[in-house]
């Protein structure tokens, strides 16, 4: 936990577009990514807050990744 980054909502949009995921919609300040195969996860883009470590494992569990798998991909 203590050597996980803490990244940008932008970051985190840029690494799920890198594993395939598409921005299929997006209310208010939360943006819905879903990939060819069903998995989808939602990227909250809260004007100057980071992602949480919480919040960031949540979505890499929500895609079936482990944080290292997810990380890579930065």
């Known amino acids: 936990m203590s050597n996980t ?3 940008k909502p932008i ?6 577009q890198k594993l395939g995921f598409i921005k299929v919609r997006q209310k208010g300040s939360h ?18 807050r980071d992602i949480a470590y919480p919040l960031l494992r949540k979505i890499a569990s929500d895609i079936n990744l482990t944080m290292n798998e997810f990380l890579i991909k930065m």
């Open 31 to 48: 943006i819905q990514f879903r990939h060819k195969d069903g998995r989808g996860t939602t990227v909250p883009m809260h004007k100057g």
């Open 5 to 7: 980054p803490i990244l």
């Open 11 to 16: 970051q985190v949009c840029r690494i799920l």
